[in-house]
């Protein structure tokens, strides 16, 4: 069936460090891909998503980009900011999962500043 | 843009009591909404998926009878959580499907806190 995995947490960086979060999926046919963030106390929120093979997505200075050939969508920030302290969702929809959104097991990032 | 709006964004009950939380699509028609569950520090688990105008898909191990669901619209959806207990208590999250888009992206609501006493 169709999966998400991503890097464990909780990932402590310091201000202006460079972030990646490893993600990878498994999924038959081609899923649109997704990042969702999630703050303290609230809920989801889209961070940036590719429909397609090669697309990069990009919002706030996060960016990732889907790769077909090692199956994967790993989100990259150049410089952190404390407020990016929050939960990080990779996520996939796919037609063959009925359009369920699969979500990531989650990674809590921690910039300290 | 889309929005997906939850009512109510928190709530408190005695044990043995039902709660209903509603999950509206304000700009958009949803001809499917789901509904997530999220205990602290996990991801979200998908609870079941709801179509207008027809009976709720569960995903294995959520009890129907215990979470119902009611889809009586293109833009609300609602999840009574019958008989709460206090192991009912999570963050409730619902998100919506704009048929009008092709890659099926789905939009989150702000989720609903239950706490059960």
């Known amino acids: 069936g169709n999966s998400v995995t991503q890097m464990e947490g909780p990932v402590t960086l310091s201000e202006e460090a460079f972030l990646t979060i490893n993600c990878t999926y498994t999924?038959?046919?081609?899923?649109?891909l997704f990042w969702y963030v999630q703050y303290p106390g609230e809920g989801l929120q889209l961070l940036l998503k590719a429909t397609k093979a090669d697309d990069k997505g990009s919002n706030k200075g996060f960016e990732a980009t889907y790769r077909k050939e090692t199956t994967s969508f790993h989100l990259e920030k150049g410089s952190v900011q404390v407020s990016d302290s929050a939960v990080y969702f990779c996520?996939?929809?796919?037609?063959?999962?009925?359009?369920?959104?699969?979500f990531g097991a989650g990674t809590r990032l921690f910039v300290k500043a | 843009g889309a929005v997906v709006s939850q009512h109510p964004s928190w709530v408190i009950c005695k044990s043995g009591t039902s709660v209903k939380i509603e999950c509206r699509s304000l700009?958009?028609?949803?001809?499917?909404m789901f509904w997530y569950r999220q205990f602290p520090k996990q991801s979200l688990m998908l609870m079941a998926t709801?179509?207008?105008?027809?009976?709720?898909?569960?995903e294995q191990g959520v009890e129907k009878d215990k979470f119902l669901i009611n889809h009586a619209s293109l833009t609300l959806s609602t999840l009574t959580v019958t008989s709460a207990h206090p192991e009912d208590s999570s963050f409730y999250i619902c998100s919506a499907r704009d048929k009008t888009i092709l890659y099926n992206e789905q939009f989150f609501g702000p989720g609903t806190r239950l706490t059960v006493l």
């Open positions: 700009d958009f028609q949803a001809t499917t």
């Open positions: 996520a996939l929809i796919a037609f063959t999962g009925g359009f369920k959104t699969i």
């Open positions: 709801s179509n207008e105008g027809s009976k709720a898909t569960y």
């Open positions: 999924a038959t046919g081609y899923p649109s």
